[in-house]
C-alpha cells in the first residue's frame, strides 16, 4: 500500500515505534492516532495504547476525541460557504451583523470589577477579522491582561462552555477590545463568532448547517458537537499530566458533558470527531473543495483562506500577542481559519510553502502539504497541547519517511 504513494513503509514505521516508546510507555500520553495520507489514498493508520486508562479500552480506528479548536477550520468553511452565496462579504463591518457591538472601545484602563475606560477604535472590525484573529477579541487563558480576565469572569471561552451562544454575544458586545482591529494577532473567540454568523446569515442553527452542509456531504458520520447515543462506548478519555509529567484523569467518558447536547454551540472548539472523519474534511481541501461529487468549496475560494491574510504579510511573531502552541511562529502566516507556512525553513521542521494547519487543546492536530499531495492527522487526549513537541516529532518523521 505504502510503496505506490512515496513512503519509505519501515521509516513511517518508526513514528508509532517512537510514540510508544517516549509516550505511551511512560504515560506521558494515554493513546496515539497516527494517519498518514497521500494523492487521496491512506498511506499509514496506526492507532496504540489505551482510549480509556481506567477501563482498559484500546484506542482504535473509530476512537471518538474531542478535538477542540480542531473545530475552527470547519466553521470558517462554513462561513466562507456563505460567502460564496454573496450572503456576506470578508470586508462587511461585523456590527452590520451584530448591531449591540457597533460601539465597541479598545481596552486603555480599569478592570471588570471597577469598570473600563476605552478608547474608539481607529476602523470599525470586519469579518476577515474574526477569521485571522486580528479582531481585538481574546481568550481568558491568556492571562495577560485585565481584558482577558473580564473573560475569566464572565466564563468566555471556557474549554467547559457555559450559557449559550447568543449569551457570548451579548457579553462580548460589553467588554472592551485589546486593541483596534488590525493592529494586532491575538488568539481569541472570534471562529465562536464566525459559528454565530453562520446562524444569522443562513437562518438556520449553526450545528444544523454543519451537519447538513459539510458533515453530510462529506460522510462525516461521527462528528457533533456531542457523543450521540450507541457511540459512548467508542469515546476516548480526556487527561492532564499530573505534577511528575504522567497522565492523571481530566474528563471521563461516561460522565462527560458530551455525553449530551449542548446549550453553547462552540464554532471554535466544540466538536469531537475520529481521526477518519477528520481524514474527509482534509481530503475535501486538499482535493480543492470538492469530495465524492460534492463540492464543498470552491478552488479559488480554498486558494484565498490558504494565504496568509496577516496585514503586511508578516508572519506571526511581528504581530502576535498570544501565549498558543498550535503554530511555529517563526516563518508561519495566518489564513482565514488556518495557519500557513510562508517561509517554512523558519519552523525549522521539514514541510512546504503553503502548508496549512491547526490544533486542538487536548493535543490532537493536522496539515495539509498542497505541493507533497500529503495529509497528517494526530489524535491523542491530553491537556495542554503544549505539554509535549509531538506536532514537531510527526512533521519531522513523516516527511523522513518520504521515499520518492
Not at 461516561?254 to 454551540?265: A, E, H, R, W
Not at 502539504?369 to 514537531?392: A, C, H, N, Y
Request: net charge negative.
Amino acid at each position: 500500500m505504502t510503496d505506490t504513494l512515496g513512503f519509505s513503509p519501515a521509516r513511517l514505521a518508526r513514528l508509532d515505534a517512537h510514540l510508544a516508546e517516549k509516550y505511551i510507555a511512560t504515560r506521558r500520553l494515554p493513546c496515539t492516532l497516527s494517519l498518514v495520507a497521500r494523492h487521496g489514498e491512506i498511506a499509514h493508520s496506526h492507532p496504540q495504547g489505551l482510549a480509556d486508562v481506567e477501563r482498559g479500552i484500546p484506542c482504535r480506528e473509530d476512537t471518538i476525541f474531542r478535538i477542540y479548536s480542531m473545530t475552527k477550520p470547519i466553521t470558517s468553511v462554513a462561513l466562507m460557504m456563505l460567502v460564496e452565496q454573496g450572503k456576506i462579504a470578508l470586508d462587511d463591518p461585523v456590527a452590520k451583523y451584530i448591531p449591540e457591538w457597533k460601539n465597541l472601545g479598545v481596552f486603555v484602563a480599569g478592570t471588570h470589577k471597577l469598570g473600563f475606560q476605552t478608547k474608539p477604535c481607529t476602523r470599525p472590525m470586519q469579518v476577515v477579522d474574526l477569521f485571522r484573529h486580528t479582531a481585538g477579541l481574546t481568550y481568558g487563558f491568556q492571562l495577560r491582561t485585565n481584558v482577558d480576565e473580564a473573560y475569566r469572569r464572565e466564563k468566555i471561552g471556557e474549554i467547559e462552555k457555559a450559557g449559550t451562544l447568543e449569551d457570548m454575544i451579548k457579553t462580548l458586545g460589553k467588554l472592551p477590545l485589546e486593541f483596534s482591529p488590525g493592529d494586532a494577532w491575538n488568539y481569541s473567540v472570534a471562529t465562536d463568532v464566525l459559528g454565530w454568523l453562520v446562524q444569522v446569515v443562513s437562518g438556520r442553527p449553526f450545528e444544523q448547517f454543519l451537519a447538513e452542509e459539510i458533515f453530510a456531504p462529506l460522510g462525516m458520520v461521527d462528528t457533533g458537537f456531542h457523543v450521540r447515543e450507541g457511540q459512548q462506548h467508542r469515546f476516548a478519555a480526556c487527561y492532564q499530566p499530573d505534577k511528575t509529567g504522567t497522565i492523571t484523569l481530566q474528563d471521563d467518558p461516561t460522565t462527560s458533558s458530551y455525553l449530551k447536547p449542548p446549550s453553547f454551540i462552540s464554532g471554535g472548539g466544540g466538536l469531537v470527531s475520529t481521526a477518519h472523519d477528520y481524514l474527509q474534511f482534509c481530503r475535501m481541501l486538499g482535493n480543492g473543495g470538492t469530495l465524492n461529487g460534492h463540492r464543498i468549496i470552491s478552488r479559488k475560494t480554498l486558494d484565498l483562506m490558504t494565504a496568509n491574510h496577516l496585514p503586511g504579510g508578516v508572519d506571526l511573531p511581528a504581530m502576535s500577542r498570544s501565549l498558543f502552541s498550535e503554530a511555529a511562529y517563526d516563518g508561519v502566516g495566518f489564513g482565514l481559519g488556518f495557519a500557513t507556512s510562508t517561509a517554512s525553513h523558519k519552523t525549522l521542521m521539514p514541510g512546504s510553502n503553503g502548508d496549512y494547519f491547526w490544533g486542538g487543546a487536548a493535543s490532537t492536530f493536522f496539515w495539509i502539504d498542497p505541493e507533497e499531495d500529503l495529509i497528517g492527522i494526530f489524535m491523542t487526549q491530553l491537556i495542554p497541547s503544549s505539554t509535549w513537541p509531538v506536532r514537531k516529532e510527526m512533521r519531522t518523521m513523516v516527511y523522513a519517511a518520504l521515499d520518492d
